[in-house]
């Protein structure tokens, strides 16, 4: 899952003109996004049915995990910033932070669609792959919502160069 966030959020930063530190920033935050989760029990991690509120709350958890633990080790504060931004939405409705529009970093926004493409085009113990048509026809739902608008037109280009992976998470 990460490699392939990584892969597609360097599709969509090449695409939007990103200057070549902060794609390489993007990539690098791709490979470890979801560090946080060595945090969160496998039992809730890998659950096949829905999360109860409780364990929803204990999952977003997570990108601030990661934070704490990358912040020792890791010298780019954008990295960081991606790790710890990556669930944000556009409308201030994600976590964990709640940050909107323009308070987001790109990078967080451009991973946040690359991580949620992934989910959707990958099969999870509680269902089965979208598929890359339905997965777009989502992220287009999502501008301006769920999703920067700015990443969804810049994916929405490049899409055809983004193929789902067959393999499971």
Known sequence: HSGRVSEISVVIAKEL????????????????????????????????????????????????IGERILKPIVEEQEILDIVRLHHERFDGKGYPDGLAGEQIPTGAAIMALADAYDAMTSDRPYRKS???????????????TQFS?????????VENTIAPKTVKP
């Open 130 to 144: 979208l598929g890359h048509a339905a997965a777009v026809s989502e992220i287009k739902k999502g501008s301006g």
């Open 149 to 157: 608008p700015d990443a969804v037109e810049a994916f929405l280009r």
């Open 17 to 64: 003109g990103m200057p070549d530190g902060s794609i390489e920033n993007i990539r690098l935050a791709g490979l470890i996004h979801d560090i946080g989760k060595i945090g969160v029990k496998e039992e809730v991690l890998n659950k096949p049915g829905l999360l109860t509120p409780q364990e929803f709350e204990y999952i977003k958890t997570h990108p601030a």
